[in-house]
């Protein structure tokens, strides 16, 4: 088949169209960097396109493929609200209460709570006394963003009185949410409306930002609570295709969901690198084909997600170590990926 991924400069899109290219498939890899430019590496096309907006589907429309695959929910969203002519041509398909909760996480993690999963507790950003409410620290999070975009942290009443200044300069989608002290654990998988395929939980170890960041270090992690709340929220998504959830764990030891991610997620080597096999079944889904569900992976495997890890740490990077980090890169672009 012929695939185009839709792509904003992400380091994973690198596995994925590499993987989906040695399966037999056509990848091009359109870049919305608003930049030109085509050149082809290891049987993958790579395209500079438009920034998101109507020149980038003009361009797609260009291309003459079975599958388009938005590789972020900011790409996502775009291509949704443009309608494009081929519009069935869009991996995953989704239905309009899926797209309103893609949308805003805060309205996810309402569908979540309603359903009975856990999550942090929240207040409006016009809450009376948050402090009161909720206790400091707090997290002033926006409806939508990555990467730690919109995510603040505050520490003290003239903090949260910033961020929230700083956030209705913004817009008016914010809550105002309780911080659980806890390390970040991610839960990421292969789905079927739903239903796991393929499924791997993390510790993150490090993020970058530090607490509200992607992951830069990441240890597989066997949990059965852990796995089953990451899975049954995902499952409430009814999500195919890959997904994550990011979860937190309060002092009485309960799991909390933060968020779903309805995409490849950022530290994906990590369930590469504990044998998890995402991009074949996936390749099977994409034709078709429900792959049989294999739950399973390697358990304690700690791995670094390159090049973010090199932005967390850029003085621990002397000469001496380059040529073990310029192998350990070239091992992960050809498909050979071991962990760190």
């Not at 839709?6 to 960097?33: C, K, M, P, Y």
């Not at 069935?88 to 805003?104: C, G, I, S, T």
């Not at 939508?144 to 913004?170: N, P």
């Amino acid at each position: 088949m012929d695939v185009a991924l839709i792509d904003e400069g992400w380091s994973s899109t690198l596995v994925f169209a590499q993987t989906l290219a040695r399966a037999g498939h056509r990848v091009t890899v359109v870049t919305a960097n608003g930049r030109s430019g085509h050149y082809r590496w290891q049987g993958v096309d790579w395209i500079g396109a438009p920034r998101l907006g109507p020149a980038l589907v003009t361009a797609i429309d260009r291309l003459a493929v079975d599958h388009v695959i938005p590789t972020t929910e900011t790409a996502m969203l775009a291509l949704w609200d443009a309608d494009p002519p081929w519009r069935a041509k869009l991996f995953p398909r989704a239905e309009p209460w899926q797209r309103a909760l893609v949308r805003d996480k805060h309205a996810c993690l309402a569908h979540l709570a309603a359903r009975g999963i856990a999550v942090p507790r929240h207040v409006e950003l016009d809450h009376e006394d948050p402090i009161a409410a909720l206790g400091l620290p707090l997290v002033v999070k926006g409806a939508s963003g990555s990467a730690g975009e919109r995510v603040t942290i505050v520490e003290s009443r003239d903090e949260l009185a910033a961020a929230i200044a700083h956030a209705r300069t913004v817009d008016d989608r914010w809550i105002l949410q309780e911080h659980v002290a806890s390390p970040t654990f991610i839960v990421g998988g292969l789905f079927d409306r739903g239903r796991p395929l393929r499924a791997w939980a993390g510790h993150k170890l490090e993020q970058f930002p530090a607490r509200i960041g992607p992951a830069v270090r990441v240890r597989s992690i066997v949990d059965p609570a852990l796995l089953a709340l990451g899975l049954a929220a995902i499952r409430e998504l009814a999500w195919t295709g890959f997904a994550s959830a990011d979860l937190v764990c309060d002092r009485g030891g309960c799991y909390r969901v933060l968020e779903i991610n309805p995409r490849l997620w950022g530290s994906v080597d990590g369930a590469i690198g504990a044998n998890v096999d995402l991009f074949g079944a996936f390749s099977e889904l994409l034709a078709g084909r429900v792959p049989a569900a294999d739950l399973t992976y390697d358990p304690e495997v700690e791995c670094r997600i390159y090049p973010r890890y090199l932005a967390a740490h850029p003085l621990r990077w002397s000469l001496r170590r380059v040529p073990a980090l310029v192998g350990q890169l070239r091992r992960a672009l050809a498909g050979g990926f071991r962990p760190a």
